[in-house]
């Protein structure tokens, strides 16, 4: 606690409609190893972009969902991050859903909810590579954890107070793992039970914290649609992580 | 899943039967049972408008606490602020070993790990291998800068200029 602490490095660009925050610390934090892993892991985050995105009517997944194309046309991503909804779903029994009914009454396919923490679990591979160099991958509050040295200094990550945004309600360290958190703050409530199609709105914010960004991502954004069931749901699952109720109590879950 | 359930409240009579657990010989479990009072305080401290989980039963701390009355003055040379790491001893459980560690510092538990845990049902069994979150109640610029990074819902390019992130990444900490 007292060890003078590394500088830190950051970049931050705008993809996918989001910030992507890099923050490296050690050996290649700056240099030409740090630009050329970092510009190969917005090369990636665009690509997914590309392949994924629901605001791209061109994308694989649009034309898909429009029943243009079929999962075998696809990259063989698709298939994949298809699988891992699926799989969300399953272990939800239902809640977690990448095909939904909208307000409309039309069933419409949207990946999101995985295809972040997926892609980021992704971009971060050749950060990673960097040797003697800690890094932490954040997208749009979404982020991948790495710290060199097992015994180094963790990174620290805020938690988002998500009824006061300027403030924080839990501080977690972290070695090695990802943190994700889904919540209503920002963008309002955009996580709905997909077994009602309602907002779910039990829970202001979840908080997950695990080895890997796609497994972490799914659960909070499950434990979420599950509204007051959601810490539990977290707890059967054996998650640490942070919930925060819609009155703004919060709690640990571990 | 009740399974799972079952599994879980096995753990925690586990670690609370590993924090009172009593042994004439080990120092390290000396350490660890004066650590017991520490979890105790961690609990309550995390005070108002905020609840912690996990906590044992209050019977079950009262129990653990008794038992481990030896380890009360270890407990108070290691309230002084330094951080000290406690291991248990690994508990046999239905499912297989159960170890932890704990990182103390003074009356805080700052890490807890897990050195062994069941495996045999794959990757379904996921023990709480991360660092517990510290619930805290402040602002950015109320604590020391040492939060690297922040995660919070979604942040749209338009919201983040309000966002914490953009501050940290501003200050460049």
């Known amino acids: ?254 | 899943m009740k399974r799972i359930v079952l599994w879980v409240l096995s753990t925690l009579s586990t670690l609370v039967v590993l924090f009172g657990y009593h042994t004439s010989t080990s120092s390290t479990m000396a350490t660890a049972t004066g650590s017991e009072t520490a979890i105790t305080g961690s609990v309550q401290a995390s005070g108002a408008g905020t609840t912690s989980s996990g906590s044992a039963p209050p019977s079950d701390t009262g129990s653990a606490s008794s038992s481990s009355s030896s380890g009360s003055s270890s407990s108070s040379s290691g309230s002084s602020g330094s951080t000290t790491t406690v291991t248990g001893a690994a508990a046999q459980t239905r499912y297989g070993p159960v170890q932890v560690q704990l990182e103390v510092s003074g009356s805080t538990i700052t890490n807890v790990s897990v050195l062994q845990y069941p495996n045999s049902d794959g990757r379904d069994i996921q023990i709480n291998q991360y660092a517990l979150p510290q619930l805290i109640q402040q602002t950015l610029d109320q604590q020391d800068g040492s939060v690297s990074m922040i995660s919070g819902a979604t942040y749209t390019s338009t919201g983040y200029s309000q966002s914490l992130q953009s501050a940290l990444d501003q200050a460049g900490l």
């Open chain 1, 1 to 254: 606690m007292t060890t003078v602490a590394e500088p830190v490095a950051r970049r931050v660009e705008q993809v996918m409609g989001m910030p992507i925050s890099l923050a490296l610390r050690g050996r290649h934090a700056t240099g030409p190893d740090a630009d050329a892993a970092w510009q190969a892991a917005l090369a990636e985050l665009r690509w997914v972009d590309e392949v994924f995105s629901t605001w791209r009517p061109d994308s694989q997944v649009s034309r898909l969902g429009r029943g243009e194309i079929a999962v075998d046309d696809c990259h063989p991503t698709v298939a994949e991050v298809l699988r891992l909804g699926d799989h969300a779903r399953v272990a939800s029994e239902g809640a977690f859903d990448v095909v939904r009914t909208g307000a409309d009454g039309v069933r419409r396919l949207d990946p999101s909810g995985v295809v972040k923490g997926w892609a980021v679990d992704r971009a971060v591979r050749p950060l990673l590579a960097l040797a003697d160099t800690d890094v932490c991958l954040s997208a749009g509050g979404d982020m991948v954890c790495h710290v060199a040295d097992p015994h180094g200094e963790a990174w620290v990550i805020g938690i988002e107070d998500p009824l006061a945004p300027t403030r924080l309600v839990a501080r977690v360290p972290l070695h090695r793992g990802a943190v994700a958190t889904s919540g209503s703050a920002h963008r309002g409530a955009h996580v709905v039970d997909a077994r009602t199609g309602a907002a779910a709105d039990a829970l202001a914010s979840v908080t997950v914290i695990g080895a890997d960004l796609t497994s972490v991502d799914i659960d909070a954004t499950t434990a979420l649609a599950l509204g007051k069931d959601g810490p539990a749901w977290l707890r059967s699952r054996l998650r640490t992580g942070v919930v925060v109720w819609a009155d703004g109590r919060a709690e640990t879950v571990a």
